[in-house]
């Protein structure tokens, strides 16, 4: 199993910038992709951006150009710099990480979530 904390969260002003962080541990090794999504009031939870384990990286329209993922995989933690935030961004993140572990008789893939946290931007 894999344990995620997220971290960094909070009230901003429009045009502000924060840095989310999400902390995983248990059987790190069997992370494969990892991705932030966020859930605003009345809404559906929606993809942010996504990163393999590789580092390739995608990006919902809404957030590209103003949002960067990245991932320390020597430190098993994933990070969210957001910047010109918009009041429109306000939701409760999450960290999520898909994990894959197989051997020679078995396979087994999971997908695991962080509690939250939240981001309140102000206009």
């Known amino acids: 199993q894999v344990q995620l904390v997220e971290s960094g969260g909070g009230l901003v002003q429009a045009g502000g910038s924060l840095r989310l962080s999400c902390a995983a541990s248990?059987?790190?090794?069997?992370?494969?992709?990892m991705g932030w999504y966020r859930q605003a009031p009345g809404k559906e939870r929606e993809l942010v951006a996504g990163i393999t384990r590789g580092g390739s990286t995608n990006y919902a329209d809404s957030v590209k150009g103003r949002f960067t993922i990245s991932r320390d995989n020597a430190k098993n933690t994933l990070y969210l710099q957001m910047n010109s935030l918009k009041p429109e961004d306000t939701a409760v993140y999450y960290c999520?990480?898909?994990?894959?572990?197989?051997?020679?008789?078995?396979?087994?893939?999971?997908?695991?979530w962080g509690q939250g946290t939240q981001i309140t931007v102000s206009s």
């Open positions: 999520n990480a898909d994990t894959v572990c197989s051997g020679s008789y078995y396979y087994r893939a999971d997908s695991y």
């Open positions: 248990g059987d790190t090794i069997c992370i494969s992709a």
